[in-house]
């Protein structure tokens, strides 16, 4: 028998389909979820929860209320280099195009003003979580507490100078102090971001491994994203990167791999023996033609696979409904398996596996008893939704994203009938037209 249901609550959801994404997938019709304390205190039949008083009800009649979706990989601020630099290859769009532009462009304010129009977008299609890995994440952090969103910031490590440090002692002292900062925080948590095997030497990457798991932090990195970067690995070092992670202790069921575009068999059976999890990027991936991540393969594996959108500067949205759809008509060609990624997967790799990936799902990721109230609610009414025969398709392979009617975040509205109710807007895309004008040299 399931937890009693409230007699009061703060909020009360009425809604046509409940999608609690929890074991088996049930899709409920006609139900109802009460919300007190931020917190989802029951969910029952309509008929139900008619007994039961709240300070607000909420009718929602012909929506689908789901968990907000998790964006489990991505460079905020780097929105504002949206279309800057379109059809490269990887490495060619990263040194010839990006870090220049970053060592140029990026400071506080640029991550500021960068960041609050990345988490504008995404609240505005349905996310309510998102992981971020980016320089000067204490600036991101100020936003998304003012902002009100859940995230995981992965503070950036490298080998070398960038714009918010001199190396990797001084990105390891100023993230632990951020660290500090936001450990009773439970909107926010502070990771480790590696960046990539090619930019992290073995003494970081160890040093990155035994902090985690002193801390019990995260870790993100960039991984197996080209063949190229396998290619100069075993040149260089006689081993695969993911061999040499594994090797250095990085790989464990706290680090959440990037990409995972060029995967052999075996790689796949080291990231299953660890437990680590993958974050797949399929947009990111056919822009910069970086390979096709075996998504099936690695779900059959038992590996965890979450949803990430990268930055905008190489998808170029953040839209978490968009990717989605992507992963599940990428996932069958890929496969060459109709059957592959099926609707409910595709949903769950955008909620519940981001969750598990980034070590909250105890918190959020499905709707349940005791959980925070992270909350999407979808409108079906529409003609191009017409009709619904199983809301699931809807979400997954109609295009869904601008039909995001409302959300809430630990109990409280950030979207109210598609409106930003933490941010505003126009100043935001404001700034974003500012900065274009100076990176395009605009007097
Ligand atoms: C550690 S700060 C983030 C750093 O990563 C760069 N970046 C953005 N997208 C990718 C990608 O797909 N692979 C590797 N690196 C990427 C970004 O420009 C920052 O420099
Ligand atoms: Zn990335």
Redesign the pocket.
Known sequence: MGPANPTKCDLLIFARWILPVSDGFPVLENHALAVSDGVISGIMPAEEARHITADESLWLDEQVLMPGLINAHG?GA?SLFRGLADDYP?HEW?NEH??PA?GQWVNEEFVRDGSALAIAEMLRGGTTCFSD???FPEICADVVRRAGIRAQLAF?I?DFPCAWGSGPDDYFRKGLALRDTYKHNDLISIGF?P??PYTVGDTALSKTAVFAEELDCTIQI?LH?TAQEIADAVKQTGLRPIERLAKLGLLGPRTQCV?LANMSDNDIAVLAEHGSHAVHCPE?NLK?ASGFSPVEKMRQAGINVALGT??A??NNDLDMFGELRTAALLGKAVSGDATAIPDYYALEMATINGARALGIDHLTGSLEVGKQADLISIDLSDLAQQPVYRPTSQLVYSNISHRVCHSWIKGRRMLDNGQLTTLDSQEIADKARHWRSKISGEK
């Open positions: 460079h780097m990887l990263l990006i870090w970053e890995m980016y320089f950036p490298f971001g960046h990539a960039h994203e990409h990111s910069l990268d930055g500067a190489s």
